[in-house]
């Protein structure tokens, strides 16, 4: 359920969450159409990132190459005053009358070899000795930044506006022999010229970088469209809903599932599986080795040899189950197992009951053939006329039935067990099998819900069982019923005239699995047990006076009384 999710808010953050909002507060479908898809927002982001990213860091460089740029300049500019402003022919040149026609060609000299926008040397006043444009020798240098120079002996680089434009000097004052300062040397380069070599040489680190933030692009649409591929086309709020659907099924089937990894480990575990597992349902088991948890587990050899295996009966616990198991194969390679089981007890037990609802069918079509001949009889009757005689069968039909119903409804307190006790004997006399309830019977507690249940289940399959009990003479078969809670205890007997059991086989009828009757049984015996002992009591086997085999049930009538009844006693 995560996967989706998760990747869309790192990948998706802020746009996602930008998306999601808008998405949520459009009205209509048709308003949240345009909003982009996962793909697209991939692309948004990762385009929107890199450009970003190369958008910060080129204007940083840039700046920071601008700045170094004319930081060169400026100290290049600075070593070349330097160097003229100890050239012997220049100091000397202060001292005649007419110093400009010596400098001059100096200057000039030096500004073509260098490069420099200008060469200016001024004495103490400022006035120029020299300049690239001849006609403005003799006049005042222009910026104001000769201070330094002139008055304090200093070299520096200066940025000020002079006559040609803004630009960067290089100031260096000039000494005699005496070593007083007699003048100054400015070697400049114009803003303008710095700014168009700048940017001839950033031109190249432009397209640099949009030639990156291309290719930038086209990984990002690459990686968007494989992404997608990889996610079968959904988006991940699909993607979101899918796996809580799936979790939904797979938490709601009857039928238990457990998933493991290639490493043997359970990554998916549902309800229906938990109840096999140690632990019950409280105990989540993802994560855990698939032999911890069920020693018993061949998805080991599946894992291995990626073969499938189909109806596997293995024991989980307790419990019987059939098992399928099927490897999860990627690419041509194992990635996991997958394994279904459902209670191999289960599945007997609904085809017991369809059985029995199928025996149940044919002994009512078999009733219903009698009825109806017994409708004919009394049509035949009536219309010889003979009145008397087919009242006289109507009566005793009615009161062998009311006697009965009566019977039942003074013995058994508990309408859920006197029904059961009615449907009972109806069933058998429909299958042939006559059940007789003895005259002494009484059941007068009143009972708790939980104590009504395990009654009917421990009534219901004793009788069942007694119905059922093999009589290979071919005798009619007879049930004898008899029940009591007269003392501390209520005790049901059931003898049954069937072959009975061997003396072998005394306690082994009770374990599950084991039956008499063939394979495929043993059940409701070893639950009529299991519910006897958790209710304080117990059942056992004993010889049966009709011959066959009698099943003696005891439980503790406090135990399964009601709550009231127990204060009243």
């Given at each position: 359920?995560?996967?989706?999710?998760c990747?869309?808010?790192?990948?998706?953050?802020?746009?996602?969450?930008?998306?999601d909002v808008?998405?949520?507060?459009s009205?209509t479908?048709a308003?949240?159409?345009?909003?982009?898809?996962?793909?697209?927002?991939?692309?948004?982001?990762v385009?929107s990132?890199?450009i970003?990213?190369?958008?910060?860091?080129?204007?940083?460089?840039?700046?920071?190459?601008a700045?170094?740029?004319?930081?060169q300049?400026?100290?290049r500019?600075?070593?070349?005053?330097?160097?003229?402003?100890?050239?012997?022919q220049l100091i000397?040149?202060?001292?005649q009358?007419?110093p400009?026609?010596?400098?001059?060609?100096?200057?000039?000299?030096?500004?073509?070899?260098?490069?420099?926008?200008?060469?200016?040397?001024?004495?103490?006043?400022?006035?120029?000795?020299?300049?690239?444009?001849?006609?403005?020798?003799?006049?005042?240098?222009?910026?104001?930044?000769?201070?330094?120079?002139?008055?304090?002996?200093?070299?520096?680089?200066?940025?000020?506006?002079g006559?040609?434009?803004?630009?960067?000097?290089?100031?260096?004052?000039v000494?005699?022999?005496?070593?007083?300062?007699?003048?100054?040397?400015?070697?400049?380069?114009?803003?303008?010229?710095i700014?168009?070599r700048?940017?001839?040489?950033?031109?190249?680190?432009?397209?640099?970088?949009?030639g990156?933030?291309?290719?930038?692009?086209?990984?990002?649409?690459?990686i968007?469209?494989?992404?997608?591929?990889?996610?079968?086309?959904?988006e991940?709020?699909?993607i979101?809903?899918?796996?809580?659907e799936?979790?939904?099924i797979l938490?709601?089937?009857?039928?238990?599932?457990?998933?493991?990894n290639?490493?043997?480990?359970?990554t998916?575990a549902n309800?229906?599986a938990?109840?096999?597992?140690?632990?019950?349902?409280?105990?989540d088991?993802?994560?855990?080795?698939?032999?911890?948890?069920?020693?018993?587990?061949?998805?080991?050899?599946?894992?291995?040899?990626?073969?499938?295996?189909?109806?596997?009966?293995?024991?989980?616990?307790?419990q019987?189950?059939?098992?399928?198991?099927?490897?999860?194969?990627?690419?041509?390679?194992?990635?996991g197992?997958?394994?279904?089981?459902?209670?191999?007890?289960?599945?007997?037990?609904?085809?017991?009951?369809l059985?029995?609802?199928?025996?149940l069918?044919?002994?009512?079509r078999?009733?219903?053939?009698?009825?109806?001949?017994?409708?004919?009889?009394?049509a035949?009757l009536?219309?010889?006329?003979?009145?008397?005689?087919?009242?006289?069968?109507?009566?005793?039909?009615?009161?062998?039935?009311?006697?009965?119903?009566?019977?039942?409804?003074?013995?058994?307190?508990?309408?859920?067990?006197?029904g059961?006790?009615?449907?009972k004997?109806?069933?058998a006399?429909?299958?042939g099998?006559t059940i007789e309830?003895?005259?002494g019977?009484t059941?007068?507690?009143?009972?708790?819900?939980?104590?009504?249940?395990?009654?009917?289940?421990?009534?219901?399959?004793?009788?069942?069982?007694?119905?059922e009990?093999?009589?290979p003479?071919?005798?009619?078969?007879?049930?004898?019923?008899?029940?009591?809670?007269?003392?501390?205890?209520?005790?049901?007997?059931?003898d049954?005239?069937?072959?009975?059991v061997?003396?072998e086989q005394?306690?082994?009828?009770f374990?599950?699995?084991?039956s008499t009757k063939?394979?495929?049984r043993?059940?409701?015996?070893?639950?009529?047990?299991?519910?006897?002992?958790?209710?304080?009591?117990?059942?056992?086997?004993?010889p049966?006076?009709?011959g066959?085999?009698?099943?003696?049930?005891v439980?503790?009538k406090?135990q399964?009384?009601?709550?009231?009844?127990?204060?009243e006693?």
């Amino acid at each position: 359920m995560a996967t989706g999710v998760c990747l869309r808010h790192t990948l998706g953050t802020p746009f996602a969450v930008l998306f999601d909002v808008i998405r949520a507060l459009s009205p209509t479908a048709a308003a949240r159409r345009w909003v982009p898809g996962f793909r697209a927002q991939m692309i948004l982001l990762v385009g929107s990132l890199l450009i970003l990213m190369l958008g910060i860091q080129g204007t940083y460089l840039s700046q920071r190459y601008a700045a170094l740029m004319e930081d060169q300049i400026g100290q290049r500019a600075l070593s070349v005053a330097r160097t003229l402003a100890t050239n012997h022919q220049l100091i000397d040149a202060f001292s005649q009358t007419d110093p400009a026609a010596v400098i001059q060609p100096i200057a000039e000299r030096v500004r073509l070899q260098t490069g420099a926008s200008f060469v200016v040397v001024g004495n103490r006043d400022s006035i120029r000795y020299s300049h690239p444009l001849p006609d403005r020798i003799g006049q005042r240098m222009v910026g104001e930044d000769n201070d330094p120079a002139l008055l304090r002996g200093e070299a520096y680089v200066s940025r000020a506006k002079g006559s040609l434009g803004p630009s960067i000097r290089g100031k260096v004052p000039v000494f005699d022999e005496a070593g007083d300062i007699i003048g100054v040397v400015s070697v400049g380069f114009l803003a303008s010229e710095i700014q168009e070599r700048i940017a001839g040489d950033l031109r190249n680190n432009l397209l640099l970088m949009l030639g990156t933030a291309g290719l930038g692009l086209l990984g990002a649409v690459a990686i968007a469209n494989r992404f997608k591929r990889a996610i079968l086309g959904l988006e991940p709020h699909e993607i979101a809903r899918r796996l809580k659907e799936k979790d939904a099924i797979l938490q709601s089937i009857h039928e238990g599932l457990i998933a493991v990894n290639v490493d043997g480990r359970i990554t998916l575990a549902n309800a229906g599986a938990r109840r096999f597992l140690p632990g019950g349902e409280a105990q989540d088991p993802v994560g855990r080795d698939i032999l911890e948890a069920l020693p018993h587990s061949r998805l080991h050899e599946v894992l291995e040899t990626g073969e499938a295996q189909y109806d596997r009966e293995t024991w989980v616990g307790e419990q019987l189950v059939v098992v399928n198991r099927v490897p999860i194969v990627v690419n041509g390679r194992v990635e996991g197992a997958v394994a279904t089981f459902r209670s191999r007890m289960e599945i007997l037990e609904l085809s017991r009951s369809l059985t029995e609802v199928r025996q149940l069918a044919d002994g009512l079509r078999a009733q219903a053939h009698e009825f109806s001949n017994k409708l004919h009889t009394l049509a035949g009757l009536l219309q010889l006329g003979q009145v008397q005689e087919a009242i006289q069968m109507i009566g005793e039909e009615t009161r062998l039935e009311q006697a009965r119903l009566t019977l039942l409804q003074s013995r058994v307190r508990d309408a859920a067990l006197c029904g059961l006790l009615a449907g009972k004997l109806m069933r058998a006399s429909a299958r042939g099998v006559t059940i007789e309830v003895d005259e002494g019977s009484t059941l007068q507690s009143e009972l708790s819900l939980q104590g009504r249940e395990a009654l009917l289940s421990i009534i219901g399959n004793l009788l069942d069982n007694a119905c059922e009990a093999q009589r290979p003479d071919g005798r009619r078969p007879v049930v004898r019923l008899s029940f009591t809670d007269m003392g501390d205890d209520i005790v049901i007997e059931v003898d049954d005239n069937g072959s009975g059991v061997d003396e072998e086989q005394g306690e082994r009828v009770f374990e599950r699995g084991t039956s008499t009757k063939g394979s495929g049984r043993g059940i409701g015996l070893a639950l009529v047990r299991r519910l006897c002992r958790e209710f304080g009591g117990d059942v056992s086997l004993e010889p049966g006076q009709a011959g066959g085999a009698c099943f003696v049930a005891v439980v503790d009538k406090r135990q399964v009384m009601a709550l009231g009844a127990l204060d009243e006693s």
